[in-house]
């Protein structure tokens, strides 16, 4: 879940400054993501991506040279450039050896901005990440116990104020299901957010699942608080992916008014945030459809779901509209029951009370629209 609080303090600054990237990569807007031109072909996007990638590197190493530091190699996993703005990550290793990872995410305004910068663990101070960790292992230990009481407490005001005790303890609850007590976690990644927000990312392995857990806190004066968390089975596993599949089933069965008892989306199909992909669900009453499903979450959000879903059955899509208006339909003759994306598709659709209606449906994205709606009299 996210939560949304003023900003804390930063975190200290080290003598050694390696050990410590915030302290030495500051909040940059970078606005030369906007200005690239579609590619015509695979050689001028490798080209372009080539410019863009060298632009970034320069800005950030312009930012720490009177250090006497730069990059040995630097990469970015650029977005297309017909594609929605999408956050997306740059990775470096320092003239020291240090690892850094960025991630450039648009703003409101659409102009990407160094949002989130990680490096492993190992590299930070044991003194500086020892209270942090024990923050977030303490989350892991109440968790294990089931002690949502106690948890709740421990939050950061802010997160607090978000989640309500007894709603707190109603959202862990299936998480601690689908993934039993925790039997260790290993500390891989720490972060930092502008306005000292500090994120630990985790490998767990608990007793029903492999799992990941992400702890983003937010330091006092004694103790850094958990302003956010995730919690969740591992990317890529069978629990990942029936987590997932539950999740779609509820939401589903919540537009549709009935009863979906199954679902099957490749969701490993889909690592980037507006990655898109069509599976299959199944009514408790009988009968499949095909669904749309899009990544709308960023990878540094704490959304334990960051898909949508949308219906692409034309009946299941139609027949509502047309009851409302008094037209109950009892079949549908259509070319195909999907609607290709930014295609019509005509279906003559038989009505309860005797009589044929065509109908036009026009499709983008997961949008859909009824054009028109005409009676037959043949």
Same mark, same amino acid.
């Given at each position: 879940?996210?939560?949304?609080?003023? =900003?804390?303090?930063?975190?200290?600054?080290?003598?050694?400054?390696?050990?410590?990237?915030?302290?030495?990569?500051?909040?940059?807007?970078?606005?030369?993501?906007?200005?690239?031109?579609?590619?015509?072909?695979?050689?001028?996007?490798?080209?372009?991506?080539?410019?863009?990638?060298?632009?970034?590197?320069?800005?950030l190493?312009?930012?720490?040279?009177?250090?006497?530091?730069?990059?040995?190699?630097?990469? @970015?996993?650029?977005?297309?450039?017909?594609?929605?703005?999408?956050?997306?990550? @740059?990775?470096?290793?320092d003239?020291?050896?240090?690892?850094?990872?960025?991630?450039?995410?648009?703003?409101?305004?659409?102009?990407?901005?160094?949002?989130?910068?990680?490096?492993?663990?190992?590299?930070?101070?044991?003194?500086?990440?020892?209270?942090?960790?024990?923050?977030?292992?303490?989350?892991?230990?109440?968790?294990?116990?089931?002690?949502?009481?106690?948890?709740?407490?421990n939050?950061?005001?802010?997160?607090?104020?978000?989640?309500?005790?007894?709603?707190?303890?109603?959202m862990?609850?299936?998480?601690?299901?689908?993934?039993?007590?925790?039997?260790?976690?290993?500390?891989?990644?720490?972060?930092?957010?502008?306005?000292?927000?500090?994120?630990?990312?985790?490998?767990?392995?608990?007793?029903?699942?492999?799992?990941?857990?992400? @702890?983003?806190?937010?330091?006092?004066?004694?103790?850094?608080?958990?302003?956010?968390?995730?919690?969740?089975p591992?990317?890529?596993?069978?629990?990942?992916?029936?987590?997932?599949?539950?999740?779609?089933?509820?939401?589903?069965?919540?537009?549709?008014?009935?009863?979906?008892?199954?679902?099957?989306?490749?969701?490993?199909?889909?690592?980037?945030?507006?990655?898109?992909?069509?599976?299959?669900?199944?009514?408790?009453?009988?009968?499949?459809?095909?669904?749309?499903?899009?990544?709308?979450?960023?990878?540094?959000?704490?959304?334990?779901?960051?898909?949508?879903?949308?219906?692409?059955?034309?009946?299941?899509?139609?027949?509502?509209?047309l009851?409302?208006?008094?037209?109950? =339909?009892e079949?549908?003759?259509?070319?195909?029951?999907?609607?290709?994306?930014?295609?019509?598709?005509? @279906?003559?659709?038989?009505?309860?009370?005797?009589?044929?209606?065509?109908?036009?449906?026009?499709?983008?994205?997961?949008?859909?629209?009824?054009?028109?709606i005409?009676?037959?009299?043949?």
């Amino acid at each position: 879940m996210n939560s949304h609080v003023p =900003p804390g303090p930063t975190p200290p600054t080290r003598a050694r400054h390696s050990s410590l990237p915030w302290t030495r990569w500051p909040w940059l807007t970078l606005l030369l993501i906007l200005s690239l031109a579609p590619a015509t072909s695979a050689q001028s996007a490798r080209g372009r991506n080539e410019s863009a990638t060298q632009q970034i590197r320069a800005t950030l190493e312009a930012s720490f040279s009177d250090q006497g530091l730069e990059f040995s190699t630097f990469s @970015c996993d650029l977005p297309d450039s017909d594609r929605q703005a999408r956050a997306f990550g @740059c990775e470096g290793v320092d003239s020291e050896g240090d690892e850094v990872s960025y991630l450039m995410a648009p703003d409101e305004n659409g102009l990407f901005t160094v949002d989130l910068v990680t490096q492993p663990a190992a590299q930070v101070e044991a003194d500086f990440l020892a209270p942090l960790d024990a923050s977030c292992r303490s989350f892991l230990e109440q968790h294990d116990s089931k002690s949502w009481s106690a948890l709740w407490a421990n939050l950061h005001p802010g997160l607090q104020e978000a989640v309500t005790e007894a709603a707190f303890g109603d959202m862990l609850a299936p998480v601690w299901t689908s993934l039993g007590p925790t039997r260790s976690a290993s500390l891989r990644t720490l972060g930092a957010r502008d306005g000292g927000r500090l994120e630990l990312q985790y490998s767990v392995s608990a007793d029903k699942a492999e799992g990941e857990f992400r @702890c983003g806190l937010l330091a006092g004066d004694e103790t850094a608080r958990v302003i956010a968390f995730l919690l969740i089975p591992a990317h890529g596993s069978e629990a990942f992916q029936r987590s997932l599949s539950e999740e779609a089933a509820d939401l589903l069965s919540s537009a549709l008014a009935h009863k979906v008892s199954r679902v099957e989306i490749s969701f490993e199909s889909m690592p980037d945030q507006y990655d898109v992909t069509q599976g299959r669900a199944w009514l408790e009453s009988g009968g499949d459809f095909v669904v749309r499903a899009e990544r709308t979450g960023r990878p540094d959000d704490f959304e334990r779901v960051d898909f949508s879903f949308q219906v692409l059955d034309i009946p299941l899509i139609v027949a509502p509209y047309l009851s409302s208006q008094g037209m109950k =339909p009892e079949g549908f003759d259509c070319p195909s029951r999907v609607v290709p994306d930014g295609g019509s598709i005509d @279906c003559v659709v038989r009505l309860q009370a005797g009589g044929r209606l065509r109908v036009s449906v026009t499709r983008q994205g997961g949008d859909h629209r009824i054009t028109r709606i005409e009676q037959l009299t043949r």
